[in-house]
């Protein structure tokens, strides 16, 4: 009699465990034959493959890609948990950008702000979900890249963000990790948040040398740049002497002082190196960190992450470029072993600008 209880509660529990999945799992089919968590996200997808074609050529891990990231990352971070600044991500940076891209720490992003400002008067989206749509699928143009979450809803933006808030890369590591703070983020988030310079390339750093890239596989979201920023060596002139830069061994790659500041710094240097060849991890944590970004200051949305375009898979692993190799690391975190990597054949590289920079 016991077991036969026990095997009734058994399968009342199975069968309420499986309605409970049933829900999570139910889809709703659009008109367009494609299907979402929720009704209210259909009106998406063609807004998806709109902004696809006009600003990113069909699907392309370019210069709009990184630019769109970037400005997403621009937008939102001029926020404070104890308020008394922007609206966070509001897409003020885009409804206001004749303000915003005045800001010293804003160079550059004017290429962007206007490209997108002709697509997004083309679609029914406020400017914050725009601005942080097309930055889930820039980055899901990127092989290697996580699926970014999406959030649809946002209300117009009421004013600019205030200047000052948007972290330089002549920062010192201490105000960087401040700025952040104020903003609700951790250390190791701070860390996973650079990742994305894996497909960036600076413009504006130094003008005379336009798109030069963060790492030798700018077209390719992997941990490349976690390595390339520890490597010592000859050092190229041209490959960045101006403020905010540090020359880079790799002819033709700039690395930002920033974050070589951050892969030395005691605080950050073992959270920098655990990401090398550890594409799994960097992965997480960047989609992690970017889900907290893209709704900051902003609440009610309702999740349309389903509507973001899955990223092709990164082949991986990565390696060292070709003529660089284990002793030309400057490793800063001696609590744990460096990653054994093999080595690109061939002579040293040297790297084109980004196209379209």
Known sequence: ?????LSAIVSIALAASQLAQAGLTKRVTCASGQTTANAACCALFPIVDFIQTNLF????????????????FHDAIGFSIHGGKGGGADGSILAFN??????????GIDDITDRQFDVWQNTTLTAGDFVHLAAAIGTGNCPGAPRLQFAFGRPPPKAPAPDLTVPEPTDSVTAILARFADAGFSTPEVVALLASHTIAAADVVDPTIPGTPFDSTVGTFDTQVFLEVLLKGTLFPGNGSQSGEVLSPIHGEMRLQSDFAISQDARTACLWQGFINNQNLMMSQFKAAMAKLQVLGQKNLIDCSDVVPVPA??????????????????VACHQSAFPSLATVAGPAPTLAPVPGS
């Open 313 to 330: 898979t990164f082949p991986g692993p990565i390696k060292f470029p070709a003529s660089f190799s284990q002793k030309d690391v400057q």
């Open 98 to 107: 004749q303000t915003e891209t005045a800001f010293h720490a804003n160079g």
């Open 57 to 72: 050529d069909g699907g392309e891990c370019g210069e709009e890609a990184h630019s769109a990231l970037r400005l997403a």
């Open 1 to 5: 009699m016991v077991f036969a209880r």
